[in-house]
């Protein structure tokens, strides 16, 4: 990675106009001179590492839902992780670079906003909808079948954004022969929660699991033409919490019957109102890392990368939750076997890297979405290539006194619910904990670094 690094920042500093032309048409023909090949490399590279990255973060998020099994509302946990959401949403971007840049995306791209308020109301929907899952299913079967939204991201990215095409049967196969993979380890899990679980309502959070990986597959279409159509992911995650918050105050009024019971079940979760909160926020930085991995690999790629959640989410429930502790060692073969089958499906579509023809097929989406929404193509193309629009790399990126008031509310809450904070009494691996979390501070500053160094986080 320090190679794809120093090689990188060779090449970002070198004019916009010099790499990528007028337009483009000239990027497309300058594609395969060695200094844009090298930028691609170093980009996929990236785009790997933060799939991976966002696996580890994304399957921690969903173990303080673990809680709807000590008496909290589905709906009222869904809305708390909703909350951490939201404030990490805006807190952790203004922190890296600072809230300028929102400005400017919106400025260049103001369709997109739209776009990502679309993309929060179908991630609330889903996110809940998972949480009904974990309490029918537990979340080591729950996570695999949710995960099915990689299948939905390749079909749409085929679909609408060209990716794909120019691949080379190969990376065809590749890709194919990994959703195929990953579609049998869903079957498995599947078949073996409907004839083995005791839960009464497993047929439930098996058709829960399923319907919120349909629901998240289809989100990442707006994903992809943001990134497309050049804007900042760390602006993206900051538009889409409007959606998502609306959505799901909506959702938590409606299903708690008005304001008054949903405050009481609020002022009963006092206690766990941190770690919901807290789900929320691990999960933005997870997500954030998926969003690279969209951008830099495709959804076609990228999402199946950072779907390696599942394997994460089975470590947590079974190692610190202690999922399946006593049943048979048939449903521990079937889950296990059904779940490395979609880890390896995922791996083989990450590993069928984007090659030059493909890559220039993109390029035509991405004109498409310039053309039709009307977006300065120089800022459409540094986008792309993970640059400033003015094609300076070593910008610095200031932060206003709005930017350090959100850091700072932001903190405040989460230390005042911390105060409150009980641990529930709950069955914890604390050693499994410990190195999990471990992995994923590793994963998050290797991860971090390697954005700041290619990227400076464009």
């Given at each position: 990675?320090?190679?794809?690094?120093?090689?990188?920042?060779?090449?970002a500093?070198?004019?916009?106009?010099?790499?990528?032309?007028?337009?483009?048409?000239?990027?497309?023909?300058?594609?395969?001179?060695?200094?844009?090949?090298?930028?691609?490399?170093?980009?996929?590279?990236?785009?790997?590492?933060?799939?991976?990255?966002?696996?580890?973060?994304?399957?921690?998020?969903?173990?303080?839902?673990?809680?709807?099994?000590?008496?909290?509302?589905?709906?009222?946990?869904?809305?708390?992780?909703?909350?951490?959401?939201?404030?990490?949403?805006w807190?952790?971007?203004?922190?890296?670079?600072?809230?300028?840049?929102?400005?400017?995306?919106?400025?260049?791209?103001?369709?997109?906003?739209?776009?990502?308020?679309?993309?929060?109301?179908?991630?609330?929907?889903?996110?809940?909808?998972?949480?009904?899952?974990?309490?029918?299913?537990g979340?080591?079967?729950?996570?695999?079948?949710?995960?099915?939204?990689?299948?939905?991201?390749?079909?749409?990215?085929?679909?609408?954004?060209?990716?794909l095409?120019?691949?080379?049967?190969?990376?065809?196969?590749?890709?194919?022969?990994?959703?195929?993979?990953m579609?049998?380890?869903?079957?498995?899990?599947?078949?073996?929660?409907?004839?083995?679980?005791?839960?009464?309502?497993?047929?439930?959070?098996?058709?829960?699991?399923?319907?919120?990986?349909?629901?998240?597959?289809?989100?990442?279409?707006p994903?992809r033409?943001?990134?497309?159509?050049?804007?900042?992911?760390?602006?993206?995650?900051?538009?889409?919490?409007?959606?998502?918050?609306?959505?799901?105050?909506?959702?938590?009024?409606?299903?708690?019957?008005?304001?008054?019971?949903l405050?009481?079940?609020?002022?009963?979760?006092?206690?766990?109102?941190?770690?919901?909160?807290?789900?929320?926020?691990?999960?933005?930085?997870?997500d954030?890392?998926?969003?690279?991995?969209?951008?830099?690999?495709?959804?076609?790629?990228?999402?199946p990368?950072?779907?390696?959640?599942?394997?994460?989410?089975?470590l947590?429930?079974?190692l610190?939750?202690?999922?399946?502790?006593?049943?048979?060692?048939?449903?521990?073969?079937?889950?296990?076997?059904?779940?490395?089958?979609?880890?390896?499906?995922?791996?083989?579509?990450?590993?069928?890297?984007?090659?030059?023809?493909?890559?220039?097929?993109?390029?035509?989406a991405?004109?498409?979405?310039?053309?039709?929404?009307?977006?300065?193509q120089?800022?459409?193309?540094?986008?792309?290539?993970?640059?400033?629009?003015?094609?300076?790399?070593?910008?610095?990126?200031?932060?206003?006194?709005?930017?350090?008031?959100?850091?700072?509310?932001?903190?405040?809450?989460?230390?005042?619910?911390?105060?409150?904070?009980?641990?529930?009494?709950?069955?914890?691996?604390?050693?499994?904990?410990?190195?999990?979390?471990?992995?994923?501070?590793?994963?998050?500053?290797?991860?971090?670094?390697?954005?700041?160094?290619?990227?400076?986080?464009?």
């Amino acid at each position: 990675m320090d190679s794809a690094c120093r090689l990188a920042g060779r090449t970002a500093g070198t004019p916009l106009d010099q790499l990528t032309g007028s337009g483009p048409l000239a990027t497309m023909e300058t594609l395969s001179s060695s200094t844009e090949a090298a930028r691609l490399r170093s980009l996929q590279i990236l785009g790997i590492l933060c799939g991976f990255s966002a696996g580890a973060w994304l399957g921690a998020a969903e173990a303080p839902t673990k809680l709807v099994k000590v008496g909290v509302s589905p709906v009222v946990v869904s809305l708390l992780m909703v909350m951490g959401v939201f404030l990490a949403r805006w807190s952790v971007p203004a922190l890296v670079r600072g809230t300028a840049q929102m400005y400017t995306d919106m400025r260049h791209a103001p369709h997109l906003v739209v776009w990502g308020i679309l993309a929060g109301c179908l991630w609330a929907v889903a996110n809940t909808m998972t949480i009904f899952a974990i309490r029918d299913i537990g979340l080591s079967i729950a996570f695999p079948l949710w995960n099915t939204n990689s299948l939905i991201g390749i079909i749409w990215g085929f679909v609408f954004f060209n990716e794909l095409r120019g691949a080379g049967g190969l990376r065809w196969f590749g890709v194919i022969g990994g959703a195929v993979l990953m579609f049998g380890g869903a079957i498995l899990l599947a078949l073996t929660s409907a004839t083995q679980l005791s839960a009464p309502n497993w047929a439930h959070g098996i058709f829960a699991a399923v319907g919120a990986g349909i629901l998240w597959g289809t989100m990442y279409i707006p994903y992809r033409k943001a990134y497309l159509t050049g804007m900042n992911p760390l602006s993206f995650v900051a538009f889409f919490t409007i959606g998502e918050l609306g959505m799901m105050l909506a959702l938590a009024l409606s299903y708690s019957g008005g304001p008054s019971p949903l405050w009481q079940e609020l002022v009963n979760a006092k206690s766990v109102l941190f770690w919901l909160m807290l789900g929320g926020f691990v999960w933005v930085v997870g997500d954030i890392f998926q969003q690279y991995a969209a951008k830099y690999v495709g959804i076609s790629r990228g999402i199946p990368l950072s779907n390696t959640n599942q394997l994460w989410g089975l470590l947590w429930g079974i190692l610190v939750f202690g999922e399946l502790r006593g049943r048979n060692s048939s449903l521990y073969a079937h889950v296990v076997v059904g779940s490395l089958a979609m880890v390896g499906g995922a791996a083989a579509i990450a590993l069928s890297s984007v090659n030059s023809g493909e890559h220039v097929r993109w390029q035509e989406a991405a004109t498409r979405e310039g053309d039709r929404y009307a977006v300065d193509q120089k800022y459409l193309q540094a986008g792309i290539a993970g640059r400033d629009a003015d094609g300076v790399r070593d910008v610095r990126h200031q932060r206003s006194w709005r930017d350090w008031v959100i850091v700072t509310v932001a903190t405040a809450i989460f230390i005042a619910l911390a105060v409150e904070a009980r641990i529930p009494e709950m069955t914890l691996n604390w050693t499994a904990i410990t190195a999990l979390s471990a992995t994923m501070l590793v994963l998050l500053v290797a991860c971090g670094r390697a954005l700041w160094k290619i990227t400076q986080f464009n």
